[in-house]
Nanobody, 119 residues
Framework: QVQLVESGGGLVQAGGSLRLSCAASGRTFLMYAMGWFRQAPGKEREFVAGIIWRDGGTYYPDSAKGRFTISRDKANNTGYLHINSLNPEDTAVYYC????????????WGRGTQVTVSS
C-alpha cells in the first residue's frame, strides 16, 4: 500500500499562487505515476495534472495547461502542484493519487486539502 498526505491548501486571494504538496509513504516503489485531481462543490472530480514518477514526464488536460505545474522530489517521495493566477473557480478540494504501472486507474488516494480562493 501507498499512503498519501496532501498539504498546502488554504485561503488565498484571487490572482495569487499556491503550492500543494503530497507526501508519499509505504510501498512507494509501487508508484508509477502521481496525479492531482480536484473536486468543487456540486461538481465531479476532475484531473488537473500527472507525472511519471520514474522520469518526471508530465501531462495535463487542456483545461489545466498554463496555470498548473506538477513536479516531484523523488528522494523525498513528495509530489507538488503549483497553481498560478488563482481565481474563485479554482476553489475545490485537491487530491493527490498514485497508480501502479499495470493499472489504468489510480489506486491510492490522499484525503485531500481544501483550497479556497476569495475574489
Amino acid at each position: 500500500q501507498v499512503q498519501l498526505v496532501e498539504s498546502g491548501g488554504g485561503l488565498v486571494q484571487a490572482g495569487g499562487s499556491l503550492r500543494l504538496s503530497c507526501a508519499a509513504s509505504g510501498r512507494t516503489f509501487l508508484m508509477y505515476a502521481m496525479g492531482w485531481f480536484r473536486q468543487a462543490p456540486g461538481k465531479e472530480r476532475e484531473f488537473v495534472a500527472g507525472i511519471i514518477w520514474r522520469d518526471g514526464g508530465t501531462y495535463y488536460p487542456d483545461s489545466a495547461k498554463g496555470r498548473f505545474t506538477i513536479s516531484r522530489d523523488k528522494a523525498n517521495n513528495t509530489g507538488y502542484l503549483h497553481i498560478n493566477s488563482l481565481n474563485p473557480e479554482d476553489t475545490a478540494v485537491y487530491y493527490c493519487a498514485a497508480k501502479r504501472e499495470t493499472d489504468p486507474l489510480y489506486d491510492y488516494w490522499g484525503r485531500g486539502t481544501q483550497v479556497t480562493v476569495s475574489s
